[in-house]
């Protein structure tokens, strides 16, 4: 069955420094990921994707994403965070096989604090 | 409007009760998306539309649940006889074309069930 982990309920850090929100995923095949972000009373925001290439892949806001094929892992980066960043964070994945549906984690807060 | 919109935000029924959930998706978009979204959970795959075929329902989690897109466009999901399980926010997603990576989310419908 695919699967999403997102093994931390919560992340904080303080402003300016960097964050990692981890994602590990189980799914036959090679998916396409994603992080999606989530503010009180909106809806998901597309952030960025991993489709094919460069393992290292750049989106919105100053994110950064590292896929890593033999850890089944796609963290999301960003080098200095900003108290605004703070907000409700998912991965997901589409598994080719099962067509364009997404499978998402269960989400991890971020929290940074000035 | 240029995004997602969904309508009502936020539904309160009783117990028994059927709802209707409105989703108008981006102009033009192709594929249509239904997801629900447990409190304290990522969102789950529902239904898949493109243009008006279903083409994919198998997340739909009792026949008590059914959605249809019959001009292409706009989508409805309905929920007969609700139940207090089926509590969550509903979310509708759009994509340009079946083979499009990047989902568009409408904020959401609460629906909480009495």
């Known amino acids: 069955a695919q699967s999403v982990a997102q093994p931390e309920d919560q992340v904080n850090v303080a402003e300016g420094n960097p964050l990692t929100v981890k994602c590990t995923y189980s799914v036959s095949g090679n998916p396409y990921l994603f992080w999606y972000v989530q503010y009180p009373n909106r809806g998901l925001q597309f952030l960025l994707k991993y489709i094919t290439g460069d393992n290292l892949v750049k989106g919105s806001y100053g994110f950064e994403a590292e896929f890593n094929k033999s850890q089944t892992s796609f963290h999301l980066k960003k080098p200095s965070a900003l108290v605004s960043d703070s907000a409700l964070y998912f991965c997901a994945v589409r598994p080719m096989e099962y067509g364009n549906k997404l499978v998402f984690g269960a989400g991890t807060i971020l929290r940074v604090k000035s | 409007g240029a995004g997602v919109s969904q309508s009502p935000r936020y539904k309160v029924a009783k117990r028994g009760q059927d709802v209707a959930l409105r989703c108008d998706p981006i102009?033009?978009?192709?594929?249509l998306f239904w997801y629900q979204q447990a409190l304290g959970q990522g969102p789950e795959f529902l239904t898949y539309?493109?243009?008006?075929?279903?083409?994919?329902k198998s997340g739909l989690p009792s026949d008590r649940f059914f959605a249809e897109r019959p001009e292409g466009s706009v989508s409805t999901l309905k929920i007969q006889r609700t139940q207090q399980e089926d509590s969550a926010v509903y979310l509708c997603?759009?994509?340009?074309?079946?083979?499009?990576?990047?989902?568009?989310f409408g904020q959401g419908t609460r629906l909480t069930v009495v």
């Open positions: 102009s033009g978009h192709v594929s």
């Open positions: 997603a759009s994509t340009p074309g079946h083979s499009s990576t990047e989902a568009f």
């Open positions: 539309f493109q243009n008006e075929a279903q083409l994919d």
